[in-house]
């Protein structure tokens, strides 16, 4: 019924930046909270920021500063600015998104793909 398309990722120097996107399209009634996670080979899982539907944000510690999230509601789109980005950056980021299901009313999580950002000179 949902799809999350992630797109933005790619091969980056240190410093450089990158704007990731994720747009969800379906059956969709609306969006509440959407977070974007990252994972490494070998690393867990953590997450990286967090928006809500009013567009309050978190940040993990190793981003702030650095990373801004935001979300356009008339697009169903979430978008993840990365600037001054460092090696330990690198990872496959994931977005993450509660949706409302048109017509049942119902929440569920979706996932995007996954993109794949890599820091290196």
């Known amino acids: 019924q949902v799809q999350l398309v992630e797109s933005g990722g790619g091969l980056v120097q240190p410093g450089g930046s990158l704007r990731l996107s994720c747009a969800a399209s379906?059956?969709?009634?609306?969006?509440?909270?959407v977070g974007w996670y990252r994972q490494a080979p070998g690393k867990e899982r953590e997450l990286v920021a967090t928006?809500?539907?009013?567009?309050?944000?978190t940040y993990t510690d190793s981003v702030q500063g650095r990373f801004t999230i935001s979300r356009d509601n008339a697009k169903n789109t979430v978008y993840l600015q990365m600037n001054s980005l460092k090696p330990e950056d690198t990872a496959v980021y994931y977005c993450?998104?509660?949706?409302?299901?048109?017509?049942?009313?119902?929440?569920?999580?979706?996932w995007g793909q996954g993109t794949q950002v890599t820091v290196s000179s």
């Open positions: 379906g059956s969709i009634f609306s969006i509440s909270d």
């Open positions: 928006i809500t539907s009013g567009g309050s944000t």
């Open positions: 993450n998104m509660k949706v409302w299901i048109m017509v049942s009313r119902m929440g569920n999580d979706y």
